[in-house]
């Protein structure tokens, strides 16, 4: 399979790769095979809850909420670590960009 990136991606890729440690190519891949190793767990968290809640396995409301609180903000993004500890995400991911990229970036 081929991927092709705009110049500007291509520089964008190298320099986070840089700043980790690797080359664009093993980040991309490593990017990819987290990608379908996440939606995988997703897929298999869906099916089990909704397994969970054809046997009315439900959960209270202040569990839930607990489990939510790190992503009750308005500017939360699904990959903070409040929001990944509660949903078997990686809470190992970087949370500043690499430095001159931008907070587009940070997680």
Not at 9 to 38: C, F, M, N, P, W
Not at 45 to 62: S, T, V
Not at 73 to 102: K, T, V
């Amino acid at each position: 399979m081929e991927v092709h990136f705009t110049p500007e991606q291509e520089v964008q890729l190298s320099q986070i790769a840089a700043h980790y440690g690797t080359v664009a190519a093993d980040l991309v891949k490593d990017a990819a095979l987290r990608l379908l190793e996440e939606d995988g767990r997703f897929r298999a968290a869906l099916r089990k809850g909704i397994e969970q809640a054809n046997r009315r396995e439900f959960i209270e409301e202040e569990e839930m909420e607990v489990r939510m609180s790190g992503c009750s903000s308005p500017d939360a993004h699904p990959l903070d670590s409040g929001c990944r500890r509660g949903f078997g995400g990686d809470p190992q991911l970087p949370h500043e960009a690499p430095p001159g990229l931008g907070a587009a970036y940070a997680y």
